[in-house]
Every structure is written in C-alpha cells, then in structure tokens.
C-alpha cells in the first residue's frame, strides 16, 4: 500500500502570503493519480486539484499543483480569508485511494 | 446538481453488521464510479471502497477488506456499503462521493453530508 506524507503538519500563514504544500509518496506515483483536497471545519471535502496539475471545476487559478514520481506540492499563490482550512493528497494508484495525513493551514 | 443523500449509519456493537445507502440524483448515476469514504471523528479521510460505473469492478482499503461490501443498484440510482464484522475502529462518518469518471479510480468531485456510524458497546 502506498503511505503519503504530507508537510508540515500546520502551516501559520497570514492572508496574501503564498503557501507551499508538500505531499510524499512511500513509492512512484504516476501524476495521472495525485489529487489535492480542501476541507473546511464541519463541512465536506472540495476536490481542487486531479492528475497532480489540472484544477477541478470552479477552482480559483490561484490553486496549482505540481509534482512527480513521489513528491508532489499544492501552492496557494495568495491566500484569501476562505482558504485557511486543512488540505489533503490522495494517490489512486490501482484504482486503491489512499489519502495523506492532512495539513493544516492556519491564520498566523 | 449532484445530490448524494446517505443513510442507514447508527450505533451498533462490536461484530455487528449496518448497511449504508446513499440515492443519487442530479446526474447519470450509471455513468460514474462512486465511493465510500470516512472520517473518524478529528481525524483525517480514509478512503474505504470503489466500485466503478457498472458495478463489475470493487476495490477496498486493506482495513476492511473482507468485511465490507461495496454495490450499486443502477435501476435504483442507490450505493451501499454493507458492513460486518464492525470494530471499534470503524467509527466514523462515511461520506458517499461520486468519481470524476466511469473507471474505479478516478478522484471523487463531489460528496454527500455524511452518515455516522458508532462502533460501541
């Protein structure tokens, strides 16, 4: 089974500062099956990012992906008030969906 | 607009059994893999099953391998999970999602509210 590693656990970032996200995979994942996803307190997960780069439908261009082989990054170019909340990678590398321990960015 | 509608969670006992629904609507059900995946209170996604548009493929986590069952009813635009043998561990809410795609793979766009289950004796 493939573990994700994500870092660091909590970013403390202040509004229109750029945040850096780092997801580590246990073996190569092919970018095809990287996503990224956002979770707000006590609400559902929003899908931002698919095949490592491609933004999900509705997604601000201020989200961007990148990556390959076992080190993929979500950047936030500028953080807004709304994006402060806690982001998640997931690979689905033979169709098994494993996703990463989360990290949490917080207002500083 | 896609609506995912989960039910069936609830409190249960060690070795128990629950089956979760969830009824789709505001998309072509039979066109899209769908999927199971919880969250144990305070704690980060766990992705549980898949079963792809057909219902001909399913995958699971190693962790309820076995004792879970992912299905579809494609006439019924309805998933399930049926779930034996529960643990402790199994506590959580299990969100239905729906997959970008047809193939058992693709990340999931979309996601019901969440049925909870307890695990407890």
């Known amino acids: 089974e493939i573990v994700l590693t994500q870092s660091p656990g909590t970013l403390s970032l202040s509004p229109g500062e750029r945040a850096t996200l780092s997801c580590r995979a246990s073996q190569s994942v092919s970018s095809s099956y990287l996503a990224w996803y956002q979770q707000k307190p006590g609400q559902t997960p929003r899908l931002l990012i698919y095949?490592?780069?491609s933004r999900a439908t509705g997604i601000p261009d201020r989200f961007s992906g990148s990556g390959s082989g076992t080190d993929f990054t979500l950047t936030i170019s500028r953080l807004e008030p709304e994006d402060f909340a806690v982001y998640y990678c997931q690979q689905y590398v033979g169709s098994r969906g494993t996703f990463g321990g989360g990290t949490k960015v917080e207002i500083k | 607009e896609v609506q995912l509608l989960e039910s069936g969670g609830g409190l249960v006992q060690p070795g128990g059994s629950l089956r979760l629904s969830c009824a789709a609507s505001?998309?072509?059900?039979?066109?899209?893999?769908m999927a199971w995946v919880r969250q144990a209170p305070g704690k980060g996604l766990e992705w549980v099953s898949v079963?792809?548009?057909?219902?001909?493929?399913?995958y699971y986590a190693d962790s309820v391998k076995g004792r879970f069952t992912i299905s579809r009813d494609n006439s019924k635009n309805t998933l399930y999970l049926q779930m034996n043998s529960l643990r402790a561990e199994d506590t959580a809410l299990y969100y239905c999602a729906k997959a970008l795609g047809a193939a058992a793979g693709p990340p999931v766009g979309s996601w019901g509210q969440g049925t909870r289950v307890t695990v407890s004796s």
């Open positions: 095949g490592a780069s």
């Open positions: 505001g998309f072509a059900f039979s066109s899209y893999a």
């Open positions: 079963i792809n548009n057909s219902g001909a493929y399913t």
